[in-house]
């Protein structure tokens, strides 16, 4: 029996702004006189591109196509053709480079690119009508297969089929490596297609990007100039130095690593540049391989070379070597076991302490070695990779003494006696939590060690897990803003009380994304705000602190409003904002808000029906943004059309009032339980329920939702405890016997 909540559903109002695509300068196509193969081939051939980028060796290879779509230096491609912060270069079918001035527009999730190249005189193909390519089509192909320029295949159109969540037009032609980024050309000419990938099944089938998600990309372009489309993902060499090639790349802290090294054996180092404390000190990092027979882990001793000490799991072994050279022959391995600490294909954590005679290595809290050799006397600490791994590094830390809560042979029983006695899932109450949450971190990784002999239990316990994460990031955001409350209420300067609605974001974040290292992130902001008063004077105004604002978030960094998945959790998340610059109305609002804020400027949040703006006070003015739309000043009227979808009649003033911190992170919070809601996953709705009640304890529709979703997803003695707090405190607006009636059948 599925019950209905009593509470009444939530209105979630999304708008996703929809453009005419009109641009001057690019070409859509008209009647036309069907073409043969070689007549195509010969007009379309100037239109194309080859992508180069830079190897390890430092020489260009080719690896894509691109076609020009206009005169004045447009040029599409594939986004992973070109790739983040990797240097590129850009022909022209008769071998001339163009000059790259930036991106003029990408996304993700098209895997899209539009570069802006230094021209005004180039040949444009023509854009086709997304409705005129039937099915069974004749369609041609173009590109740089293996380097092989201004290639041409023939085939057709085999439908339209949904590829990772992505609507492709299925070709039934060869797609090879090089044809990535190519144009999908119908025998008049007009392109209806980006080519984006091969199958896996066969040699005659791949796939392109059909071309409307292209025109609303050009109708609404994120353009980054080239130097800093450079800095994409990479490292910043104030933290990390890389030796040897491969693709280090960092995301707020974390570090991913892949490709190809050009150290022997694959080696790739990434080396410390902070500040290292006097011996003895600790390093950590967490670490997980995509192939248990690669190898990843700490370095420590490095002398930003060949030499240095390594201590890394691989092939389900920890291993301990010496390397004193550049091959195989200078290299020592010093230990190379088993460990029962360690967990094939879950993050570990590493952590080697540095004593004046001797070196302790931990895997997981477990000592599993100590060594005496002391070949390397000083040098840098860091990461390495070796082989074709691909590997995630997060929590790095270099410090004194590392308080990494190992628990004691008493508290490890305490905690396996507490699991020992926990109820069955529909029994238990949020009591019962209690003890897990004084160390949660500790009581996860018992948890996890029980799972592997209490299969029984297996899916309960998961559920505890998630149970204590989640109780967890509830505690730290409810303390987080209790304190902004308990400062607000003991003082009479209330304008001057701020909470950091940035860090309180980034908490929201961490009940999806776990393991978010958010002092880096917080870090990455500062910076943010430094570079961007570099560019400003002492006395520069608020209007010329929010227009310098505007050009580095828009103009220079990209960041962006969602587009073309707009209603993915991810466009939620502070973190993936700062790491992807693609986000929803209030997360975009939320980070100008706090950029703002830390210049010096007066913006606060509105929350209007549907959409989030912002308002910047200056003396007696006010000047209403939308951060959605590149920080777009709006008139009043625009305002009141946008909150109303275009009834203005329909406007109140209450819609202008100054949206209070606990409205901006409780509408976040239900932006994505509107979303979890849609995809009818209650795991996560329950996750987003348990944090809105950290917030706010006394939301009565947020409670007895929650009591239902407790319910329906086995936790029957919460969900009473929940139903129990409503027939104590006896809210008006419940119907006390419906209430009572469900709460005899939960306990049927």
Same mark, same amino acid.
């Given at each position: 029996?599925?019950?209905?909540?009593?509470?009444?559903?939530?209105?979630?109002?999304?708008?996703?702004?929809?453009?005419?695509?009109?641009?001057?300068?690019?070409?859509?196509?008209?009647?036309?006189?069907?073409?043969?193969?070689?007549?195509?081939?010969?007009?379309?051939?100037?239109?194309?591109?080859?992508?180069?980028?830079?190897?390890?060796?430092?020489?260009?290879?080719?690896?894509?196509?691109?076609?020009?779509?206009?005169?004045?230096?447009?040029?599409?491609?594939?986004?992973?053709?070109?790739?983040?912060?990797?240097?590129?270069?850009?022909?022209?079918?008769?071998?001339?480079?163009?000059?790259?001035?930036?991106?003029?527009?990408?996304?993700?999730?098209?895997?899209?690119?539009?570069?802006?190249?230094?021209?005004?005189?180039?040949?444009?193909?023509?854009?086709?009508?997304?409705?005129?390519?039937?099915?069974?089509?004749?369609?041609?192909?173009?590109?740089?297969?293996?380097?092989?320029?201004?290639?041409?295949?023939?085939?057709?159109?085999?439908?339209?089929?949904?590829?990772?969540?992505?609507?492709?037009?299925?070709?039934?032609?060869?797609?090879?490596?090089?044809?990535?980024?190519?144009?999908?050309?119908?025998?008049?000419?007009?392109?209806?297609?980006?080519?984006?990938?091969?199958?896996?099944?066969?040699?005659?089938?791949?796939?392109?990007?059909?071309?409307?998600?292209?025109?609303?990309?050009?109708?609404?372009?994120?353009?980054?100039?080239?130097?800093?489309?450079?800095?994409?993902?990479?490292?910043?060499? *104030?933290?990390?130095?890389? /030796?040897? =090639?491969? !693709?280090?790349?960092?995301?707020?802290? $974390?570090?991913?690593? @892949? #490709?190809?090294?050009?150290?022997?054996?694959?080696?790739?180092?990434?080396?410390?540049?902070?500040?290292?404390?006097?011996?003895?000190?600790?390093?950590?990092?967490?670490?997980?391989?995509?192939?248990?027979?690669?190898?990843?882990?700490?370095?420590?001793?490095?002398?930003?070379?060949?030499?240095?000490?390594?201590?890394?799991?691989?092939?389900?072994?920890?291993?301990?070597?010496?390397?004193?050279?550049?091959?195989?022959?200078?290299?020592?391995?010093?230990?190379?076991?088993?460990?029962?600490?360690?967990?094939?294909?879950?993050?570990?954590?590493?952590?080697?302490?540095?004593?004046?005679? *001797?070196?302790?290595?931990? /895997?997981? =809290?477990? !000592?599993?070695?100590?060594?005496?050799? $002391?070949?390397?006397? @000083? #040098?840098?600490?860091?990461?390495?990779?070796?082989?074709?791994?691909?590997?995630?590094?997060?929590?790095?830390?270099?410090?004194?003494?590392?308080?990494?809560?190992?628990?004691?042979?008493?508290?490890?029983?305490?905690?396996?006696?507490?699991?020992?006695?926990?109820?069955?899932?529909?029994?238990?109450?949020?009591?019962?939590?209690?003890?897990?949450?004084?160390?949660?971190?500790?009581?996860?990784?018992?948890?996890?060690?029980?799972?592997?002999?209490?299969?029984?239990?297996?899916?309960?316990?998961?559920?505890?897990?998630?149970?204590?994460?989640?109780?967890?990031?509830?505690?730290?955001?409810?303390?987080?803003?209790?304190?902004?409350?308990?400062?607000?209420?003991?003082?009479?300067?209330?304008?001057?009380?701020?909470?950091?609605?940035?860090?309180?974001?980034?908490?929201?974040?961490?009940?999806?994304?776990?393991?978010?290292?958010?002092?880096?992130?917080?870090?990455?902001?500062?910076?943010?705000?430094?570079?961007?008063?570099?560019?400003?004077?002492?006395?520069?105004?608020?209007?010329?602190?929010?227009?310098?604002?505007?050009?580095?978030?828009?103009?220079?960094?990209?960041?962006?409003?969602?587009?073309?998945?707009?209603?993915?959790?991810?466009?939620?998340?502070?973190?993936?904002?700062?790491?992807?610059?693609?986000?929803?109305?209030?997360?975009?609002?939320?980070?100008?808000?706090?950029?703002?804020?830390?210049?010096?400027?007066?913006?606060?949040?509105?929350?209007?029906?549907?959409?989030?703006?912002?308002?910047?006070?200056?003396?007696?003015?006010?000047?209403?943004?939308?951060?959605?739309?590149?920080?777009?000043?709006?008139?009043?009227?625009?305002?009141?059309?946008?909150?109303?979808?275009?009834?203005?009649?329909?406007?109140?003033?209450?819609?202008?009032?100054?949206?209070?911190?606990?409205?901006?992170?409780?509408?976040?919070?239900?932006?994505?339980?509107?979303?979890?809601?849609?995809?009818?996953?209650?795991?996560?709705?329950?996750?987003?329920?348990?944090?809105?009640?950290?917030?706010?304890?006394?939301?009565?529709?947020?409670?007895?939702?929650?009591?239902?979703?407790?319910?329906?997803?086995?936790?029957?003695?919460?969900?009473?405890?929940?139903?129990?707090?409503?027939?104590?405190?006896?809210?008006?607006?419940?119907?006390?016997?419906?209430?009572?009636?469900?709460?005899?059948?939960?306990?049927?």
């Amino acid at each position: 029996m599925k019950l209905l909540s009593p509470f009444g559903p939530f209105a979630y109002l999304f708008v996703f702004s929809l453009f005419i695509f009109s641009p001057t300068d690019v070409v859509v196509q008209g009647e036309q006189i069907p073409k043969t193969v070689e007549q195509l081939s010969t007009e379309v051939t100037p239109s194309l591109i080859t992508i180069s980028t830079k190897g390890r060796d430092g020489k260009y290879q080719g690896v894509g196509t691109g076609f020009v779509i206009a005169k004045q230096g447009l040029i599409v491609t594939n986004l992973h053709v070109i790739g983040d912060s990797r240097e590129f270069r850009v022909e022209t079918s008769t071998g001339d480079q163009l000059k790259v001035l930036g991106i003029h527009a990408s996304d993700r999730v098209m895997d899209l690119a539009i570069i802006r190249v230094e021209a005004d005189s180039l040949t444009p193909l023509k854009l086709g009508d997304i409705n005129s390519l039937a099915q069974g089509a004749p369609i041609v192909v173009m590109g740089n297969p293996h380097g092989l320029r201004n290639s041409v295949v023939a085939g057709v159109n085999s439908g339209i089929r949904e590829i990772d969540g992505r609507k492709m037009m299925q070709l039934a032609i060869p797609i090879e490596p090089g044809n990535s980024g190519g144009p999908v050309l119908d025998m008049q000419g007009n392109v209806h297609g980006i080519v984006t990938m091969k199958s896996l099944v066969t040699a005659n089938l791949g796939f392109a990007v059909d071309i409307a998600p292209l025109k609303e990309l050009l109708d609404s372009p994120n353009p980054v100039t080239i130097d800093k489309w450079l800095t994409i993902g990479s490292l910043d060499p *104030r933290d990390w130095d890389p /030796v040897f =090639g491969a !693709q280090w790349k960092q995301r707020g802290g $974390r570090i991913i690593v @892949g #490709g190809t090294a050009a150290g022997f054996a694959g080696r790739s180092l990434c080396l410390y540049q902070g500040e290292i404390p006097e011996i003895p000190y600790e390093i950590q990092v967490r670490v997980k391989l995509n192939d248990e027979k690669g190898a990843a882990g700490i370095v420590f001793f490095a002398d930003g070379r060949n030499k240095h000490y390594g201590f890394y799991p691989t092939n389900n072994k920890v291993r301990f070597t010496l390397f004193e050279g550049a091959s195989v022959f200078t290299w020592t391995v010093l230990y190379d076991q088993p460990s029962e600490a360690y967990r094939p294909g879950e993050f570990n954590t590493l952590k080697v302490r540095i004593e004046a005679d *001797r070196f302790k290595m931990f /895997v997981n =809290g477990q !000592q599993v070695l100590e060594s005496t050799n $002391r070949n390397l006397t @000083g #040098g840098k600490p860091g990461l390495a990779k070796f082989r074709d791994t691909t590997a995630d590094f997060r929590n790095f830390l270099v410090t004194k003494e590392i308080d990494d809560s190992q628990l004691t042979e008493e508290a490890q029983q305490e905690i396996a006696a507490a699991i020992s006695n926990v109820p069955s899932l529909s029994e238990m109450t949020s009591g019962n939590l209690a003890s897990f949450l004084k160390s949660p971190n500790d009581s996860r990784t018992v948890l996890k060690q029980e799972t592997k002999r209490l299969e029984q239990r297996l899916a309960e316990l998961k559920k505890l897990d998630s149970d204590i994460h989640t109780n967890a990031v509830a505690n730290k955001l409810g303390a987080y803003f209790a304190d902004y409350e308990n400062r607000l209420a003991e003082t009479d300067d209330k304008p001057n009380v701020s909470i950091d609605l940035l860090e309180a974001a980034l908490i929201i974040a961490s009940v999806d994304e776990q393991d978010i290292n958010i002092p880096a992130y917080l870090r990455q902001v500062d910076r943010m705000v430094t570079d961007i008063k570099d560019r400003l004077s002492d006395d520069s105004s608020p209007t010329e602190v929010r227009e310098a604002l505007n050009k580095y978030l828009y103009q220079d960094s990209g960041f962006h409003g969602a587009r073309f998945d707009y209603y993915h959790r991810a466009n939620s998340y502070m973190n993936r904002l700062l790491d992807d610059r693609e986000g929803l109305p209030i997360t975009l609002s939320v980070l100008y808000m706090e950029l703002g804020k830390r210049l010096g400027l007066k913006i606060e949040g509105v929350g209007i029906p549907g959409h989030f703006i912002v308002r910047q006070r200056i003396a007696d003015d006010e000047v209403f943004l939308d951060p959605f739309e590149d920080a777009k000043i709006l008139t009043l009227d625009e305002v009141k059309l946008l909150a109303t979808n275009g009834r203005p009649e329909q406007f109140q003033d209450r819609f202008l009032e100054t949206a209070a911190p606990k409205m901006i992170l409780m509408r976040m919070l239900n932006n994505l339980l509107g979303l979890a809601q849609d995809e009818e996953d209650q795991e996560s709705m329950l996750r987003y329920l348990e944090v809105l009640m950290a917030l706010d304890e006394t939301h009565v529709q947020n409670r007895g939702m929650r009591a239902i979703i407790r319910f329906e997803t086995g936790r029957k003695q919460a969900a009473v405890d929940d139903l129990d707090y409503f027939l104590e405190t006896r809210p008006p607006e419940l119907d006390l016997n419906q209430i009572q009636r469900m709460r005899d059948y939960f306990n049927q």
